[in-house]
């Protein structure tokens, strides 16, 4: 039994965008079986995913930020400096109604995805940077976040940026401490590998409920907006994330880094924590319901590019072999 949960634990996070388009469409047809994903079930359940994340780092993972603070700090302000600029500039080339506008604005100026670390690893990127780069961005969010939304969105809509500074404390760094602590305390014990080995399992599947969830509370909305609605919201995700993706590279190209470091600077700058951008929405944009479908809809995105761009870039390195 448990070589098949450790099994399917690997399976999740080799295809976990498969996975959480699977239940993003399920919920579109059944949505009321995601109900349950709503409020504090959610931001729980958001929470689950970052002590995962916390239960596989270590001391050694923090010991990067002292050992290699230039490339994190280019990292970190490639991070929330291209991502919300993006995000405005296409909300005004796109004309985005309001709510659709929030949404796009949340995911731009959220930390870096926990998916970005296991795309770096299957593209031969620097694993030991994207988790640097991912915990940085963590920890800096409950700070930067709340602020570049309301320098982002504030015109828009009114921002509670002390409020939203709270959530995600809780929600993200709290998580992610105890399972530090857990891991600090527990490391030595036969038992523990095999906890942290179900952990990216488990945590793609907490993403796909926070998925299916945000799109049962769409789906009367998308419903009436139709695919037109979707492909105009879509659009918008997908440049986002693409030109995410394209100015994360030539920032690591203009710093002169390796290959391997401007693969991880690439997937680390595009891929966000939409997860956290969708509980964000679904608490302080109540009043704009829609504000969450860009949020789900990256979700489900940014681990489908982040598992083709990883594809491509392993594929440029076999060529180069044969060559």
């Known amino acids: 039994m ?30 009321h079986i995601f109900d349950w994903v709503r409020g504090h079930t959610q931001t729980g359940i958001l929470g689950l995913i970052m002590l995962t994340m916390g239960l596989t780092l270590s001391a050694n993972d923090f010991r990067i930020l002292a050992k290699r603070p230039v490339d994190i700090l280019i990292g970190a302000c490639a991070q929330f400096f291209i991502m919300p600029i993006v995000a405005y ?27 970005s670390n296991i795309m ?34 504030g015109a828009i809509i009114d921002i509670d940026a002390k409020a939203m500074f709270l959530n995600i404390l809780v929600v993200t760094v709290l998580p992610i401490s105890v399972g530090v602590l857990l891991n600090h305390l527990y490391s030595a014990r036969r ?24 799109l049962s509370t769409v789906h ?55 997860g956290l951008g969708t509980v964000l929405a679904s608490t302080f944009f109540t009043s704009q319901p829609l504000a969450v479908l860009p949020c789900a809809i990256s979700c489900a995105w940014h681990s489908i590019s982040g598992t083709i761009l990883a594809g491509l870039f392993s594929r440029w390195d076999k060529n180069r072999r044969e060559s």
């Open 89 to 115: 500039v296409l909300i005004r080339v796109f004309r985005l109604e309001p709510a659709l506008a929030i949404g796009i604005l949340l995911v731009g100026s959220c930390p870096g995805g926990v998916s």
């Open 191 to 214: 038992c523990f590998p095999v906890i942290q080995s179900l952990m990216p399992g488990l945590s793609v599947i907490c993403l796909a409920c926070i998925v299916g969830g945000v």
């Open 120 to 153: 770096s690893y299957l593209c031969k990127g620097d694993v030991a940077y994207s988790i640097g780069m991912t915990c940085t961005s963590t920890l800096l969010a409950p700070v930067l976040t709340p602020l570049l939304v309301k320098l982002t969105a």
């Open 220 to 274: 009367d909305d998308l419903v009436r907006g139709g695919f037109k609605l979707f492909q105009h919201t879509f659009a918008v995700v997908f440049c986002h994330n693409a030109l995410g993706y394209l100015l994360g590279w030539l920032t690591g190209r203009a710093a002169r880094f390796s290959i391997a470091k401007k693969r991880t600077l690439a997937i680390e700058v595009g891929m966000q924590n939409a």
């Open 2 to 31: 448990l070589r098949f949960l450790q099994s399917s634990s690997r399976f999740l996070a080799v295809h976990a965008s498969g996975f959480v388009i699977l239940v993003a469409a399920f919920s579109l047809f059944r949505p």
